[in-house]
């Protein structure tokens, strides 16, 4: 597989534009920053009363209602929640849009699934950063980047690929490596990777690991430190070193019950059976259309799911045992609101 570095990528593709970014949150206030300090002429789109607005321009970027920076783009990158995209395509982004002008996402959702349905006068790429807004920002800071996928779903201008190259390049995803890919395969392995292992997956486990201890009879406190807290050391060993690294950082008692044990908690050729059928469930659209169901009924299983998922006591004793440790800075919520 090819991988793009900075020297693959031009600069010139995108300075010259002019590029809206919409939306505030975790990928929007990272990508205008970085677009920013990259010499890129940036405007960010909010909505009407946005509290974004302020926090955008206290960093020194123009905020504009949504159609207003539309019309003024060459470059539109939707950094909207991916269930909004739809309705703000068709009812403020598409009606503004110049002639020829490029559409920009940072995960194939909406195009793949066909909620958004791009005029054929448009460029369609996409790039995705492997990582959450605030590493997308201090990365960059720091003068590194964090890896992107980019994609071309439509090319109408036959500059599509190197323009999104200097847009990765322009957000610091080419110090670090840009992977070429397609809408489709990004879409799919990044909604099973969240439901199966990231998200889903990790949740049940910690979750299944907590109450087993609780349920045993030890102090809820140790539990906590044992099957939450502890996971982001090992997952950072992992992050930095691979499987065999963490393996050769933890203990050898660690590393036996490792091999002897893990099958017993986590099944393997069950849990693959199962995985499959969500990865079936992903590639025929049947998540897609219930995504958008739900979203069409107000979201209330997500409403329930954090109801239900918030009450629990792992939520109660982490918030006493965090407060105990001032260096745990709750980074996300800060910078996300
Ligand atoms: P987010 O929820 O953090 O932010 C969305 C922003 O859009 C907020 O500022 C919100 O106020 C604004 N907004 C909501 N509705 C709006 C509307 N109707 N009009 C104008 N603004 C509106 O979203 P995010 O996590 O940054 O995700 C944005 C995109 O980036 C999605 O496609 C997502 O899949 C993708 N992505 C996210 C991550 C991540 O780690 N968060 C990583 C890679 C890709
Ligand atoms: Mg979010
Ligand atoms: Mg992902
Ligand atoms: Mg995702
Ligand atoms: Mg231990
Ligand atoms: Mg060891």
Redesign the pocket.
Known sequence: MKIYYEHDADLGFIQGKKVAV???????HAHALNLRDSGVDVRV???PG???AARAEAAGLRALP?PEAVREADVVM?????E??G??YRE?IEPNLKEGAALA???G?NVHFGQIRPRRDLDVWMV??????HLVRSEYQRGSGVPALVAVHQDASGSAFPTALAYAKAIGAARAGVIPTTFKDETET?LFGEQAVLCGGLTRLIQAGFETLVEAGYPPEMAYFETVHEVKLIVDLIYEAGLRGMRYSISNTAEYGDYTRGDLAVPLEETKRRMREILRQVQTGEFAREWMLENQAGQPVLEAGRKRWGAHPIEEVGARLRAMMPFLRARVLEE?G
Do not use: C, I, N, W
């Open positions: 919409l939306g505030f949150g975790s990928q929007g789109g909010l909505r946005s509290r974004s949504t939707v950094l909207l929640p991916d909004t995209q309705k703000v403020e996402f940072a995960h959702f995705a950063p492997k990582g959450p807004g990044d996300v």
